[in-house]
Every structure is written in structure tokens, then in C-alpha cells.
């Protein structure tokens, strides 16, 4: 496992989020997680969603199904659940602000038992009952997560027997040179505040020592790298046009993250290889 250079508390990756809302909303958009270009050809819009269907098809949600959505962001997969599987969903996150905007968008949409709710808490403190979901999916949290072990615990702990778990995650080569360490992945987790990046291998172990059966693992980084190629451009123009955005750029380079400079890591990290991306589908029997 790839460790930061200084362990990532929970207060850590709330705060990261609370305070890059901006960014993360311009730069991203109300989804924060990759794209999965199958043809290269799609759409950003369209690989971004193919990426959530390709994790919402793995689960086999059914209607009227309890589904937690782990590390839910601003809710956008939540609440396209709730609507096109008409599932009852319940999602969790660390952030105050991504909670806050969720439930503004729940209080605008479906209606009675379908509109999804929010809390505002740790995965690993999470209130919900033994044997509550038939489902539990989770886009890209995983990483900011330090008791990976723990995580996998709670799933199959809330899961009701047959229930699955879907989930996508970063992860690294099996094996990493030191340069790559230290000069990509290191810094990764540091300033994208993760407590540990795991690979692939280390992720089917993870999930199979929890009790879990793996059914699916597959890695698709080549597949979802491009998303880096288009919030660089975007990053660029937004730099270009936005007088807040060269603000934010100067406070950026002069704090401790400068997470500015993550963009281009990860560009070199996928394109070399060290880092990959997998989607894993587990059942609780
Ligand atoms: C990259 S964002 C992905 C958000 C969302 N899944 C999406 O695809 O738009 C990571 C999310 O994981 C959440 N998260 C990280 N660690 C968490 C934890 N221990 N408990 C709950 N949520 C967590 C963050 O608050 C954030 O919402």
C-alpha cells in the first residue's frame, strides 16, 4: 500500500473537500469521479456516466431496494438511483457542504419513501443497523480511507445476505519503483488526501478477508485515464478566464498541498503505469 508522507485523518478529507468545493464544482462538476471512455470516442458528459452505470449495473439493484451510497459526494448518483431504479437510497459522506447541497437537491426532487437522505458522517461510525441494504455502492472513496480493512467490515456488516457491494477505487502497479513513490504517489495521497492507495491485488484481498466474495475485479485504468487530459484543460482555461481561480492558484502554490500540481502527477502516474483504476463487484452470502 502506498502511504502519504503524513497520515490522513477523517477531519482531513472533510476539510479537503469542504474548502475545494469551488474547484471540485467547476472543474469536475457535481460528479467527482472518473469517466470510462469503452470507445475513447464519448463525450466527457457520457463517459462520466458510463462510469456510474457501469457501477449501478454491477449491483442489480432492484425497485424498492436499500441502498447505501458510500463517499456519495454531492449526491448526483444518489438521487439518479432513487429516480431510475426507484430505490430508497441513503448516502454518507464527510463533507458539510456536499451533504448540504444533496439534501437541497433531495428536498427538490421525488417524493415520500423515494427521496434520498443524507448524513454527514464516517463510513467507519456509520449509525446503520446490521443487515440493512441489498446494496451498497461506493465511487472512489475507498483511498481516503485509512482502515481499509474496517471499511469492507461495515459493508458486509450493513449488507443483508445475497446483498452486493459495488465499488470503484484508484489503485496502484502491484509493485512501484522508489522515484514513482516518491515523486508521484507519495504526493498523490498527500495532497489529494488519501490515506493509502492499495492495488489491485491488495484490494481482492482486502475484500475477501472481510467475509465478501469477490465476483467481479477488473482494472480499466487506460479506460478512465483521459479524465485527467480534460480537467487539465479545463483547469488551464479556468486560469485563463476566472480572476478567483489565479487567486486561488497563488494560495494553492503557497500552502502545503499544492494540489495544483496533482493533475499533472496523476497524468504522469497513469500514462506510466503506476497508478490504475478497478471496479469490483463482492456479494455478502
Ligand atoms: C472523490 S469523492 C466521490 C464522490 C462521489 N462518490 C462521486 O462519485 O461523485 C470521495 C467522497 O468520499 C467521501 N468520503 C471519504 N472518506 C469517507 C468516510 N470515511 N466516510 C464517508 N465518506 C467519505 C468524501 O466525503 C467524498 O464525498
Redesign the pocket.
Given at each position: 500500500m502506498i502511504l502519504p508522507p503524513e497520515p490522513v485523518s477523517?477531519q482531513d478529507?472533510?476539510e479537503h473537500?469542504d474548502s475545494l468545493d469551488l474547484f471540485y464544482r467547476d472543474a469536475w462538476g457535481?460528479?467527482?469521479?472518473h469517466g470510462y471512455w469503452e470507445t475513447g470516442d464519448e463525450s466527457s458528459a457520457a463517459a462520466i456516466e458510463q462510469l456510474?452505470e457501469t457501477v449501478l449495473a454491477l449491483a442489480e439493484i432492484e425497485p424498492g431496494n436499500a441502498v447505501c451510497?458510500?463517499?456519495?459526494?454531492?449526491g448526483?448518483?444518489a438521487l439518479y438511483l432513487a429516480e431510475s431504479r426507484q430505490a430508497q437510497v441513503t448516502g454518507?459522506?464527510?463533507?458539510e457542504v456536499?451533504c448540504a447541497e444533496a439534501e437541497r437537491k433531495a428536498a427538490r426532487s421525488g417524493s415520500g419513501a423515494l427521496k434520498p437522505r443524507f448524513l454527514c458522517?464516517?463510513?467507519?461510525e456509520n449509525p446503520f443497523e446490521d443487515a440493512s441494504f441489498e446494496v451498497v455502492i461506493?465511487?472512489?472513496?475507498l483511498s481516503?480511507?485509512s482502515d481499509k480493512a474496517d471499511?469492507f467490515a461495515e459493508a458486509k456488516r450493513v449488507l443483508k445476505r445475497g446483498g452486493r457491494l459495488s465499488l470503484t477505487a484508484w489503485t496502484v502497479r502491484e509493485t512501484t519503483p522508489k522515484w514513482a513513490n516518491r515523486w508521484l504517489l507519495a504526493p498523490i495521497c498527500h495532497e489529494g488526501r488519501f490515506a493509502g492507495l492499495v492495488s489491485s491485488g491488495e484490494l481482492e484481498s482486502l475484500v475477501t478477508a472481510s467475509g465478501l466474495t469477490v465476483e467481479r475485479i477488473e482494472t480499466i485504468g487506460p479506460q478512465v485515464k483521459k479524465t485527467w487530459r480534460v480537467i487539465f484543460r479545463r483547469l488551464v482555461k479556468l486560469v485563463l478566464t476566472k480572476k478567483e481561480y489565479r487567486r486561488f492558484l497563488r494560495q494553492n502554490l503557497r500552502s502545503d498541498r499544492f494540489f495544483a500540481f496533482t493533475v499533472i502527477r496523476v497524468l504522469i502516474a497513469y500514462e506510466t503505469g503506476m497508478l490504475d483504476y478497478a471496479i469490483l463487484k463482492a456479494r455478502r452470502w
Open positions: 477523517p478529507v472533510a473537500y457535481e460528479e467527482l469521479h456510474r451510497d458510500v463517499g456519495c459526494g454531492y448526483t448518483a454518507v459522506t464527510l463533507s456536499q458522517c464516517d463510513w467507519l461506493s465511487i472512489e472513496c481516503h480511507v471499511f
